[in-house]
C-alpha cells in the first residue's frame, strides 16, 4: 500500500515528467526532498543509509527515467564503470561465447558497470584489442578468454597495472587473477570411468595445443592411463577447432584401423557428436564394442542416440566467477586470493 511520502513522491514525478528535462541527481533530490548526496550515496547502495531510503531513491529514479552521466561520472571518479569482454570470434564456440556472456551480465546488472564485448578478430594479434581497451582509457577492467601457457596479453596488463581476470591458467611463473575448469582432473575421471567399463586403449582428442588447457588435458591422460596400466593415445592433426566433418573422418579411420580405441574422450560435444558418427560409420558401436566420453557445455548429449556420458562445465557460472573475481581485483583485492578452478562434473548417461 503506498504511504503518503509515495503519493507525494508520485506527484513530483509527474511534474517532472512534464517539464520533460533530462533527469539529474538534482531532480531526484527535489522530488523526494533529500540531499544530492544522499540521493548519490542512495543510488551507489551506500550501507550508511536505510533500506527504505535506498529503495525510495531507486524507485523514484526509475520512474523518471535517470541514467549517470557517464562522462561527469568519468570526470569526477576517473572510472569509467565499464568492463571489457574480450572473446574469440570463432563459429566453432558460439555458444560458449554466450554462456559467458549471460554470466557475466548477471553479474553485473547488480552494479553500476556496463559490459563492452569485443571479438578477438580471426588471425589477429592477442594483444591488439587489449592494447586498445588500455590505451584508450576504454574500461576499468577486463576479462579474455582462450588464455595461452605463454601469454603476452597477462604480461601486458601485469606490466600496467591494469586489473584483469582470465578464463584459463598461464605458466609463465606470474600470479594473477583467474578462474579454470580442472581439465587435469576431468582426464583423471573420464580415464577411470573408461577403465572401470572394461576399456583398456583410450584415444584423446584436445585442444589446440596453443592453449594451457590442452597441457592440463595432456598431463591428466597420459598420467591417468600409465597409473591404470592401459593404453593412452593423443590422436594428431585434429583439435578442437577443427571442422566436425574432419572429427567424423577420424572416428571412421580409427574404429577402420588395426587394434582400434575401445575408449575415446572429446573435450567437445559437437565434436563429440560427430566423432560418434564416425565410429558407427564404420560398424564401430558405441556402448558395446566401446564408449565415448565428452566434455559438455549445454543439454545437447540428453538428446542424441546412443547415449554418451560426459562431464558438465557450467559456462554461465564461470562467467558469473569471472565478473565477481573482476569487481574484487578492481576494489584492490590482492590477486592470490582471485583464482578459482571449478571442478569437473560427471553425467552419467550408460
Known amino acids: 500500500m503506498a504511504t503518503d511520502q509515495d503519493m507525494a513522491d508520485m506527484r513530483r514525478v509527474g511534474e517532472n515528467t512534464r517539464r520533460r528535462g533530462r533527469p539529474t541527481l538534482k531532480t531526484i533530490s527535489e522530488i523526494t526532498g533529500l540531499g544530492v548526496t544522499t540521493v548519490s550515496r542512495a543510488l551507489k547502495n551506500g550501507p550508511e543509509l536505510s533500506a527504505e531510503t535506498r529503495a525510495r531513491v531507486r524507485s523514484v529514479a526509475d520512474d523518471i527515467g535517470y541514467r549517470p552521466n557517464r562522462a561527469g561520472v568519468r570526470l569526477r ?12 570470434q570463432s563459429v566453432t564456440i558460439a555458444e560458449f561465447e554466450r554462456r559467458i556472456i549471460l554470466g557475466v551480465s548477471s553479474v553485473l546488472f547488480e552494479t553500476d558497470y556496463h ?43 601485469l606490466a600496467r597495472q591494469f586489473p584483469f581476470v582470465t578464463h584459463g591458467r598461464t605458466d609463465m611463473g606470474l600470479t594473477h587473477a583467474f578462474y579454470d575448469f580442472d581439465n587435469e582432473r576431468f582426464m583423471v575421471e573420464a580415464v577411470e570411468r573408461l577403465r572401470a567399463r572394461g576399456r583398456r586403449r583410450l584415444a584423446l582428442i ?9 597441457y592440463h588435458m595432456f598431463d591428466g591422460f597420459l598420467e591417468a592411463t600409465r597409473d591404470a596400466g592401459i593404453e593412452g593415445i593423443v590422436v594428431e592433426g585434429i583439435d578442437l577447432d577443427s571442422d566436425p566433418l574432419e572429427f567424423r573422418a577420424v572416428g571412421r579411420r580409427l574404429a577402420s584401423g588395426p587394434n582400434p580405441p575401445d575408449g575415446y574422450i572429446c573435450a567437445n560435444e559437437t565434436r563429440g557428436i560427430a566423432l560418434v558418427a564416425g565410429l558407427r560409420e564404420a560398424g564401430f558401436a ?7 566420453i565428452a ?14 556420458d560426459s562431464f558438465y562445465e557450467d559456462l554461465t557460472f564461470a562467467g558469473e566467477e569471472l565478473a565477481r573475481l573482476l569487481l574484487r581485483r578492481i576494489a584492490g583485492t590482492p ?4 583464482q578459482t578452478i571449478a571442478a569437473p562434473h560427471l553425467h552419467p548417461r550408460t
Do not use: N
Open 77 to 88: 571518479t576517473g572510472r569509467t564503470y565499464v568492463i571489457g569482454l574480450i572473446l574469440d
Open 115 to 157: 559490459l563492452v564485448v569485443m571479438p578477438l578478430r580471426q588471425g589477429a594479434d592477442v594483444v591488439e584489442p587489449v592494447r586498445y581497451f588500455v590505451e584508450t582509457g576504454a574500461a576499468d577492467g577486463l576479462i579474455f578468454t582462450h588464455t595461452q601457457p605463454r601469454d603476452e596479453r597477462v604480461r601486458y596488463l
Open 206 to 214: 584436445p585442444p589446440s595445443d596453443s592453449l594451457t588447457c590442452a
Open 286 to 292: 558405441v556402448g558395446a564394442d566401446g564408449d565415448v
Open 295 to 308: 566434455k559438455e557445455t549445454s543439454d545437447l548429449l540428453d538428446h542424441i542416440t546412443p547415449a554418451i
Open 335 to 338: 590477486v592470490s586470493e582471485l
